[in-house]
Protein backbone atom coordinates (compact mmCIF):
# COMPACT_ATOMS: atom_id res chain seq x y z
CA UNK A 1 0.00 0.00 0.00
CA UNK A 2 2.59 2.51 0.99
CA UNK A 3 4.03 1.77 -2.84
CA UNK A 4 0.96 2.80 -3.82
CA UNK A 5 0.89 5.70 -1.95
CA UNK A 6 4.04 6.56 -3.39
CA UNK A 7 3.43 6.04 -6.93
CA UNK A 8 0.43 7.94 -6.37
CA UNK A 9 1.86 10.99 -4.89
CA UNK A 10 5.60 10.84 -6.91
CA UNK A 11 3.66 10.19 -10.55
CA UNK A 12 7.05 9.99 -12.94
CA UNK A 13 5.09 11.00 -16.16
CA UNK A 14 4.09 14.23 -14.66
CA UNK A 15 4.78 17.13 -17.59
CA UNK A 16 4.30 20.80 -16.90
CA UNK A 17 3.31 21.22 -20.46
CA UNK A 18 -0.45 20.69 -19.85
CA UNK A 19 -2.25 19.25 -16.47
CA UNK A 20 -6.35 17.01 -16.67
CA UNK A 21 -9.05 20.04 -15.56
CA UNK A 22 -12.25 18.91 -13.75
CA UNK A 23 -12.51 19.50 -9.51
CA UNK A 24 -15.93 17.98 -9.49
CA UNK A 25 -14.26 14.58 -10.85
CA UNK A 26 -12.83 13.77 -7.86
CA UNK A 27 -13.37 10.45 -7.30
CA UNK A 28 -10.61 8.75 -8.59
CA UNK A 29 -7.47 10.55 -6.66
CA UNK A 30 -10.26 10.94 -3.38
CA UNK A 31 -9.79 7.45 -2.91
CA UNK A 32 -6.11 7.58 -2.27
CA UNK A 33 -5.87 10.90 -0.14
CA UNK A 34 -7.84 9.54 3.28
CA UNK A 35 -4.85 6.91 3.51
CA UNK A 36 -2.56 9.64 3.53
CA UNK A 37 -3.92 12.27 5.68
CA UNK A 38 -5.11 9.80 8.19
CA UNK A 39 -1.44 8.33 8.77
CA UNK A 40 -0.15 11.96 10.40
CA UNK A 41 -2.27 11.88 12.85
CA UNK A 42 -1.73 7.94 14.60
CA UNK A 43 0.13 7.22 17.46
CA UNK A 44 2.81 4.41 17.31
CA UNK A 45 0.29 2.14 19.67
CA UNK A 46 -2.46 1.79 16.56
CA UNK A 47 -0.06 2.96 13.91
CA UNK A 48 -0.20 -0.69 12.27
CA UNK A 49 -3.81 -0.37 11.85
CA UNK A 50 -3.61 2.72 9.60
CA UNK A 51 -2.60 0.88 6.32
CA UNK A 52 -5.83 -0.79 4.78
CA UNK A 53 -5.03 -4.94 4.24
CA UNK A 54 -4.68 -5.98 0.31
CA UNK A 55 -8.19 -5.86 -1.01
CA UNK A 56 -9.58 -3.79 1.33
CA UNK A 57 -12.55 -2.05 0.62
CA UNK A 58 -11.66 1.52 -1.06
CA UNK A 59 -14.49 2.46 -2.82
CA UNK A 60 -14.71 6.19 -2.86
CA UNK A 61 -14.90 9.26 -0.04
CA UNK A 62 -16.77 8.97 2.74
CA UNK A 63 -18.88 11.97 5.12
CA UNK A 64 -18.10 12.31 8.27
CA UNK A 65 -20.10 9.49 9.67
CA UNK A 66 -18.94 7.09 7.02
CA UNK A 67 -21.06 7.14 4.87
CA UNK A 68 -20.83 7.04 1.14
CA UNK A 69 -20.61 10.25 -0.72
CA UNK A 70 -21.96 10.67 -3.99
CA UNK A 71 -19.44 11.13 -6.94
CA UNK A 72 -19.95 14.27 -8.90
CA UNK A 73 -18.28 13.56 -12.59
CA UNK A 74 -18.67 16.67 -15.27
CA UNK A 75 -19.31 15.38 -18.86
CA UNK A 76 -15.67 15.74 -19.95
CA UNK A 77 -14.77 12.57 -17.69
CA UNK A 78 -17.12 10.44 -19.24
CA UNK A 79 -14.89 10.13 -21.98
CA UNK A 80 -11.07 11.57 -22.37
CA UNK A 81 -11.02 14.15 -19.41
CA UNK A 82 -9.73 17.54 -21.26
CA UNK A 83 -6.14 18.15 -21.00
CA UNK A 84 -5.59 22.12 -20.66
CA UNK A 85 -2.31 23.23 -21.48
CA UNK A 86 -0.60 25.92 -18.60
CA UNK A 87 0.03 29.25 -18.84
CA UNK A 88 3.44 31.26 -17.27
CA UNK A 89 1.51 32.17 -14.24
CA UNK A 90 0.79 28.77 -13.82
CA UNK A 91 3.93 27.06 -13.97
CA UNK A 92 5.34 28.36 -9.94
CA UNK A 93 2.16 27.55 -8.10
CA UNK A 94 2.24 24.05 -9.93
CA UNK A 95 6.22 23.32 -8.97
CA UNK A 96 5.26 24.28 -5.43
CA UNK A 97 2.48 22.13 -5.15
CA UNK A 98 3.97 18.94 -6.53
CA UNK A 99 6.97 19.68 -4.49
CA UNK A 100 5.54 20.01 -1.37
CA UNK A 101 3.43 16.56 -2.40
CA UNK A 102 6.46 14.92 -2.84
CA UNK A 103 8.32 16.15 0.05
CA UNK A 104 4.89 15.19 2.77
CA UNK A 105 4.98 12.09 0.84
CA UNK A 106 8.90 11.40 1.91
CA UNK A 107 8.42 12.36 5.22
CA UNK A 108 5.31 10.14 5.61
CA UNK A 109 7.32 6.88 4.02
CA UNK A 110 10.06 7.47 6.60
CA UNK A 111 7.40 7.92 9.68
CA UNK A 112 6.42 4.51 8.50
CA UNK A 113 9.76 2.73 8.53
CA UNK A 114 10.63 4.60 12.04
CA UNK A 115 6.98 2.76 13.45
CA UNK A 116 8.12 -0.61 12.05
CA UNK A 117 11.35 -0.71 13.07
CA UNK A 118 10.10 0.60 16.41
CA UNK A 119 7.71 -2.56 16.60
CA UNK A 120 9.84 -5.08 15.73
CA UNK A 121 12.15 -3.93 18.48
CA UNK A 122 15.24 -2.97 16.24
CA UNK A 123 18.14 -1.63 17.96
CA UNK A 124 17.36 0.88 20.12
CA UNK A 125 13.34 1.19 20.59
CA UNK A 126 14.36 4.59 22.23
CA UNK A 127 15.72 6.28 18.84
CA UNK A 128 13.19 4.63 17.00
CA UNK A 129 10.30 6.55 19.14
CA UNK A 130 12.24 9.77 19.12
CA UNK A 131 12.58 9.57 15.21
CA UNK A 132 9.16 8.64 14.85
CA UNK A 133 7.51 11.14 17.09
CA UNK A 134 10.40 13.83 15.13
CA UNK A 135 8.71 12.74 11.64
CA UNK A 136 5.42 13.04 12.36
CA UNK A 137 5.32 16.13 14.20
CA UNK A 138 7.32 16.94 10.37
CA UNK A 139 4.81 15.76 8.50
CA UNK A 140 1.91 17.38 10.34
CA UNK A 141 3.18 20.52 9.15
CA UNK A 142 4.05 19.42 5.93
CA UNK A 143 0.55 18.02 5.10
CA UNK A 144 -0.66 22.01 5.93
CA UNK A 145 2.45 23.42 3.53
CA UNK A 146 0.83 21.11 1.04
CA UNK A 147 -2.69 21.75 1.57
CA UNK A 148 -1.00 25.77 1.12
CA UNK A 149 0.75 25.05 -1.99
CA UNK A 150 -2.70 23.43 -3.66
CA UNK A 151 -5.29 26.40 -2.66
CA UNK A 152 -2.07 28.50 -4.43
CA UNK A 153 -2.52 26.22 -7.53
CA UNK A 154 -6.43 26.41 -7.43
CA UNK A 155 -6.26 30.26 -6.92
CA UNK A 156 -4.62 30.69 -10.48
CA UNK A 157 -5.97 27.48 -12.28
CA UNK A 158 -9.41 26.91 -10.69
CA UNK A 159 -10.45 23.59 -12.03
CA UNK A 160 -6.86 21.78 -11.14
CA UNK A 161 -7.76 17.94 -10.46
CA UNK A 162 -5.04 16.94 -8.41
CA UNK A 163 -5.26 20.24 -6.52
CA UNK A 164 -9.02 19.62 -5.84
CA UNK A 165 -8.67 16.34 -5.16
CA UNK A 166 -5.99 17.22 -2.08
CA UNK A 167 -7.94 20.21 -0.95
CA UNK A 168 -11.38 17.93 -0.76
CA UNK A 169 -10.05 15.26 1.03
CA UNK A 170 -8.04 17.42 3.65
CA UNK A 171 -11.33 19.24 4.20
CA UNK A 172 -13.05 15.88 4.57
CA UNK A 173 -10.31 14.83 6.85
CA UNK A 174 -10.54 18.10 8.95
CA UNK A 175 -14.21 18.44 9.36
CA UNK A 176 -14.23 14.16 10.57
CA UNK A 177 -11.25 15.74 13.09
CA UNK A 178 -12.46 18.92 14.50
CA UNK A 179 -9.49 20.58 12.30
CA UNK A 180 -11.29 24.20 11.17
CA UNK A 181 -8.22 26.31 10.94
CA UNK A 182 -7.52 28.30 7.28
CA UNK A 183 -10.37 26.19 5.67
CA UNK A 184 -13.62 28.15 5.22
CA UNK A 185 -11.87 29.95 1.92
CA UNK A 186 -11.01 26.25 0.65
CA UNK A 187 -14.64 24.93 1.37
CA UNK A 188 -16.12 27.96 -0.18
CA UNK A 189 -13.82 27.66 -3.48
CA UNK A 190 -15.00 24.08 -3.78
CA UNK A 191 -18.54 25.00 -3.62
CA UNK A 192 -18.01 27.88 -6.19
CA UNK A 193 -16.56 24.94 -8.57
CA UNK A 194 -20.04 23.06 -8.30
CA UNK A 195 -18.33 20.32 -5.29
CA UNK A 196 -21.27 19.57 -3.22
CA UNK A 197 -20.25 16.98 -1.04
CA UNK A 198 -22.57 17.38 2.56
CA UNK A 199 -19.20 17.59 4.72
CA UNK A 200 -18.21 20.75 2.30
CA UNK A 201 -21.02 22.74 3.59
CA UNK A 202 -20.78 21.76 7.09
CA UNK A 203 -16.99 22.68 7.13
CA UNK A 204 -17.72 25.89 5.14
CA UNK A 205 -20.74 27.26 7.51
CA UNK A 206 -19.03 26.27 10.75
CA UNK A 207 -15.48 28.02 10.18
CA UNK A 208 -17.39 30.64 8.89
CA UNK A 209 -18.15 31.24 11.85
CA UNK A 210 -14.45 30.84 13.55
CA UNK A 211 -13.33 33.21 11.05
CA UNK A 212 -15.76 36.52 11.52
CA UNK A 213 -17.65 35.71 7.84
CA UNK A 214 -21.06 35.68 9.91
CA UNK A 215 -23.24 36.15 7.63
CA UNK A 216 -22.46 33.02 5.84
CA UNK A 217 -23.16 30.83 8.81
CA UNK A 218 -26.70 29.87 8.12
CA UNK A 219 -26.22 30.67 3.87
CA UNK A 220 -24.30 27.00 4.16
CA UNK A 221 -26.74 25.53 6.50
CA UNK A 222 -29.53 26.27 4.28
CA UNK A 223 -27.86 25.17 1.18
CA UNK A 224 -27.08 21.91 2.78
CA UNK A 225 -30.91 21.07 4.15
CA UNK A 226 -32.15 22.21 0.68
CA UNK A 227 -29.60 19.69 -1.14
CA UNK A 228 -28.90 16.56 1.32
CA UNK A 229 -31.76 17.34 4.12
CA UNK A 230 -31.96 18.11 7.64
CA UNK A 231 -30.47 14.66 8.64
CA UNK A 232 -27.34 15.65 7.54
CA UNK A 233 -27.24 18.57 9.86
CA UNK A 234 -25.32 17.56 13.29
CA UNK A 235 -25.60 18.54 16.62
CA UNK A 236 -22.31 20.64 16.74
CA UNK A 237 -24.40 22.54 13.77
CA UNK A 238 -27.20 22.75 15.94
CA UNK A 239 -25.28 24.58 18.30
CA UNK A 240 -23.06 26.88 15.81
CA UNK A 241 -26.64 28.34 14.71
CA UNK A 242 -27.86 28.63 17.93
CA UNK A 243 -25.24 30.91 18.83
CA UNK A 244 -24.34 32.77 15.62
CA UNK A 245 -26.60 35.32 16.57
CA UNK A 246 -24.69 36.71 19.63
CA UNK A 247 -20.79 34.71 18.74
CA UNK A 248 -20.11 38.45 17.33
CA UNK A 249 -20.68 40.47 20.78
CA UNK A 250 -19.10 38.28 22.55
CA UNK A 251 -15.67 37.43 20.26
CA UNK A 252 -15.69 41.40 19.38
CA UNK A 253 -14.53 41.40 23.34
CA UNK A 254 -11.89 39.04 23.50
CA UNK A 255 -10.37 40.47 20.54
CA UNK A 256 -9.96 43.47 22.23
CA UNK A 257 -8.61 41.73 25.30
CA UNK A 258 -6.38 39.52 23.08
CA UNK A 259 -4.64 42.51 21.11
CA UNK A 260 -4.24 43.76 25.20
CA UNK A 261 -2.43 41.05 26.02
CA UNK A 262 -0.32 40.79 23.04
CA UNK A 263 1.26 44.13 23.97
CA UNK A 264 1.94 43.46 27.29
CA UNK A 265 2.80 39.94 26.07
CA UNK A 266 3.87 38.58 29.93
CA UNK A 267 1.06 36.03 30.63
CA UNK A 268 2.13 32.42 31.89
CA UNK A 269 2.71 29.53 29.54
CA UNK A 270 2.88 25.93 29.84
CA UNK A 271 3.93 23.20 27.16
CA UNK A 272 2.54 20.24 27.33
CA UNK A 273 4.33 17.83 26.16
CA UNK A 274 1.64 15.20 24.98
CA UNK A 275 1.12 11.39 23.11
CA UNK A 276 0.31 13.25 19.97
CA UNK A 277 2.92 16.35 19.92
CA UNK A 278 3.10 19.61 21.49
CA UNK A 279 0.61 22.21 23.06
CA UNK A 280 1.45 25.55 24.49
CA UNK A 281 -1.39 27.49 26.48
CA UNK A 282 -1.26 30.92 27.38
CA UNK A 283 -3.14 31.49 31.18
CA UNK A 284 -5.65 33.71 32.24
CA UNK A 285 -3.96 35.16 35.05
CA UNK A 286 -5.71 38.49 34.81
CA UNK A 287 -9.27 37.25 35.14
CA UNK A 288 -8.45 34.18 36.45
CA UNK A 289 -5.17 34.50 39.48
CA UNK A 290 -5.95 32.05 41.57
CA UNK A 291 -7.19 29.18 38.91
CA UNK A 292 -3.64 29.98 36.90
CA UNK A 293 -1.99 29.76 40.22
CA UNK A 294 -3.06 26.62 40.88
CA UNK A 295 -2.45 25.05 37.36
CA UNK A 296 0.44 26.43 37.77
CA UNK A 297 1.54 24.95 40.79
CA UNK A 298 0.48 21.28 39.42
CA UNK A 299 2.61 21.72 36.58
CA UNK A 300 5.71 22.22 38.67
CA UNK A 301 5.03 19.46 41.32
CA UNK A 302 4.78 17.07 38.35
CA UNK A 303 1.10 16.66 39.03
CA UNK A 304 -0.16 16.32 35.04
CA UNK A 305 2.64 13.95 34.26
CA UNK A 306 1.08 11.34 32.61
CA UNK A 307 -2.21 12.08 32.94
CA UNK A 308 -4.72 10.75 30.30
CA UNK A 309 -7.38 13.28 28.35
CA UNK A 310 -9.91 10.35 29.14
CA UNK A 311 -12.77 12.14 27.08
CA UNK A 312 -12.14 13.33 23.84
CA UNK A 313 -15.59 13.69 22.17
CA UNK A 314 -15.57 15.07 18.04
CA UNK A 315 -16.49 19.15 18.00
CA UNK A 316 -16.97 19.21 21.92
CA UNK A 317 -13.87 18.97 23.95
CA UNK A 318 -10.94 17.34 25.12
CA UNK A 319 -10.93 16.57 29.03
CA UNK A 320 -8.06 15.61 31.75
CA UNK A 321 -5.85 16.54 34.13
CA UNK A 322 -7.09 13.19 36.26
CA UNK A 323 -3.76 10.55 36.55
CA UNK A 324 -6.23 8.00 37.79
CA UNK A 325 -7.65 8.53 34.29
CA UNK A 326 -12.13 8.13 34.95
CA UNK A 327 -12.62 11.54 35.70
CA UNK A 328 -13.50 10.54 39.94
CA UNK A 329 -10.02 12.02 41.20
CA UNK A 330 -8.75 15.47 42.54
CA UNK A 331 -5.84 17.11 43.46
CA UNK A 332 -7.06 16.74 47.07
CA UNK A 333 -7.93 20.50 46.68
CA UNK A 334 -10.46 22.45 45.71
CA UNK A 335 -10.37 26.29 44.81
CA UNK A 336 -12.53 29.25 44.39
CA UNK A 337 -14.37 30.20 41.61
CA UNK A 338 -13.33 32.98 39.37
CA UNK A 339 -16.25 32.69 36.66
CA UNK A 340 -18.11 35.78 38.25
CA UNK A 341 -14.70 38.09 37.37
CA UNK A 342 -16.10 41.32 35.89
CA UNK A 343 -14.35 40.17 32.34
CA UNK A 344 -14.70 36.81 32.68
CA UNK A 345 -13.75 34.81 29.67
CA UNK A 346 -15.84 32.96 27.48
CA UNK A 347 -15.29 29.59 26.49
CA UNK A 348 -13.90 29.90 22.52
CA UNK A 349 -12.49 27.14 20.42
CA UNK A 350 -8.97 25.65 21.98
CA UNK A 351 -9.68 28.14 25.38
CA UNK A 352 -9.09 26.18 28.57
CA UNK A 353 -11.62 25.65 31.12
CA UNK A 354 -12.06 24.19 34.78
CA UNK A 355 -14.55 21.03 35.28
CA UNK A 356 -16.48 20.95 38.38
CA UNK A 357 -18.77 18.56 40.14
CA UNK A 358 -22.20 18.40 38.55
CA UNK A 359 -24.77 19.35 40.99
CA UNK A 360 -27.04 15.87 41.87
CA UNK A 361 -29.89 18.01 42.41
CA UNK A 362 -29.55 19.47 38.63
CA UNK A 363 -27.53 17.53 35.88
CA UNK A 364 -27.47 21.03 34.21
CA UNK A 365 -25.54 22.78 36.83
CA UNK A 366 -22.30 22.50 39.18
CA UNK A 367 -21.21 22.76 42.68
CA UNK A 368 -20.04 25.79 43.68
CA UNK A 369 -15.68 26.31 44.18
CA UNK A 370 -15.57 22.50 43.51
CA UNK A 371 -12.67 23.10 40.54
CA UNK A 372 -9.71 21.09 41.55
CA UNK A 373 -7.84 19.34 38.65
CA UNK A 374 -9.40 18.77 35.73
CA UNK A 375 -9.85 20.74 32.87
CA UNK A 376 -11.37 21.09 29.36
CA UNK A 377 -10.07 22.30 26.26
CA UNK A 378 -12.90 23.52 23.72
CA UNK A 379 -12.86 22.18 19.96
CA UNK A 380 -15.58 24.47 19.46
CA UNK A 381 -16.97 27.46 21.30
CA UNK A 382 -19.71 27.23 23.44
CA UNK A 383 -21.25 30.87 24.87
CA UNK A 384 -23.25 31.22 27.37
CA UNK A 385 -24.13 34.73 29.61
CA UNK A 386 -23.53 33.40 33.11
CA UNK A 387 -20.75 31.12 32.57
CA UNK A 388 -21.18 28.47 35.11
CA UNK A 389 -17.13 27.27 35.12
CA UNK A 390 -13.74 29.56 35.14
CA UNK A 391 -12.37 30.12 32.10
CA UNK A 392 -8.24 29.85 32.61
CA UNK A 393 -6.35 29.33 29.44
CA UNK A 394 -6.04 29.08 25.73
CA UNK A 395 -4.33 26.84 23.07
CA UNK A 396 -1.33 29.35 21.45
CA UNK A 397 0.36 26.29 19.33
CA UNK A 398 -0.78 22.99 18.66
CA UNK A 399 -4.71 23.22 18.10
CA UNK A 400 -4.59 20.51 15.38
CA UNK A 401 -2.32 17.90 17.97
CA UNK A 402 -5.67 18.55 20.81
CA UNK A 403 -7.71 17.95 17.41
CA UNK A 404 -6.31 14.86 16.82
CA UNK A 405 -6.57 13.26 19.96
CA UNK A 406 -8.14 9.74 20.19
CA UNK A 407 -11.76 10.31 20.66
CA UNK A 408 -12.60 8.57 23.96
CA UNK A 409 -16.07 8.75 25.01
CA UNK A 410 -17.08 6.66 28.52
CA UNK A 411 -20.51 6.87 28.12
CA UNK A 412 -20.33 5.06 24.59
CA UNK A 413 -21.04 1.47 25.11
CA UNK A 414 -17.24 -0.14 24.14
CA UNK A 415 -18.22 -3.03 21.86
CA UNK A 416 -14.65 -4.18 20.79
CA UNK A 417 -12.66 -6.92 22.91
CA UNK A 418 -9.02 -4.52 22.30
CA UNK A 419 -9.36 -0.48 23.82
CA UNK A 420 -6.94 1.19 22.69
CA UNK A 421 -5.35 3.41 25.51
CA UNK A 422 -6.32 7.32 25.26
CA UNK A 423 -3.79 10.13 24.64
CA UNK A 424 -2.20 11.47 27.15
CA UNK A 425 0.29 14.06 28.95
CA UNK A 426 3.70 13.03 28.86
CA UNK A 427 5.27 15.96 30.50
CA UNK A 428 4.47 19.28 31.76
CA UNK A 429 6.27 22.46 32.44
CA UNK A 430 6.45 26.27 33.16
CA UNK A 431 7.62 28.19 30.04
CA UNK A 432 7.52 31.45 32.03
CA UNK A 433 5.56 33.30 34.54
CA UNK A 434 5.46 36.51 36.31
CA UNK A 435 8.11 37.73 38.68
CA UNK A 436 5.68 36.85 41.97
CA UNK A 437 4.92 34.38 44.28
CA UNK A 438 1.88 31.90 42.72
CA UNK A 439 0.32 31.49 46.31
CA UNK A 440 -2.77 29.19 45.79
CA UNK A 441 -5.89 30.06 48.21
CA UNK A 442 -8.00 26.99 48.43
CA UNK A 443 -11.88 26.24 49.47
CA UNK A 444 -11.43 26.17 53.33
Given at each position: ??????????????????????????????????????????????????????????????????????????????????????????????????????????????????????????????????????????????????????????????????????????????ASNSLYENSYEAAEMMLEAGVTYPFLYLIAARTALLEGKYDQVMKHYNALVELHGVEKLEDVDKMVASIVEVYPKFWDAEKKLLEAEAKADDLPRVLLETSRGPVTVELFENEAPNTVANFIKLVEDGYYDGADFYQVVDDFLAMGGDPVGDGTST??????????????????????????VPDPRDSKTYVANSASSQFAIALMPMIRENRPQTV??????????????????????????????????????????????YKVEYVK
Open positions: MWTLLKIFLHPGSRVLGSRVQGIAALSASVVLWPMVTSVVAQDLVDAQDLVPAEGAETDGPKDASGKPLPVLVPEAAAGEPEVVPITPEQEGPIRAFIEARDQWADTLVAMKAASIRFSNKEGNADEHKKAYRELRDRARVEMNVTFDRAMDLLRVRKEDFEAGAMIATMLDYRSGHFIPDEHDHPQARQLFRGYLVMAKFGRVIEGMDVVASFRRVDPTEKKEKSVQLPPDRIETAKVLRKRDHE
